[in-house]
């Protein structure tokens, strides 16, 4: 584990979060029903991405 992928590994869990925080102001009033699904749109694709880049980064920094 070094320096830069601890860096990259936050950075990118502060994307990840950013991301939901947009999803759940867009959908406060869906995000109160635990069982709602959400289906292809900008805002999931978005947190999809982030969580897809952080677990990589994770991955990275237990690997080094």
């Not at 869990?13 to 939901?20: G, T």
């Not at 959400?38 to 690997?63: C, E, I, P, Q, Y």
Request: charged fraction near 35%; hydrophobic fraction near 40%; proline fraction near 2%.
């Amino acid at each position: 584990m070094t320096v830069h992928t601890i860096t990259v590994a936050e950075a990118e869990a502060r994307r990840f979060l950013e991301k939901v925080r947009d999803l759940r102001k867009e959908y406060a009033e869906d995000m109160k029903d635990p069982q709602h699904a959400f289906w292809g749109n900008k805002r999931t694709a978005a947190v999809k991405r982030a969580s897809m880049d952080l677990t990589r980064a994770l991955a990275n920094m237990r690997r080094a």
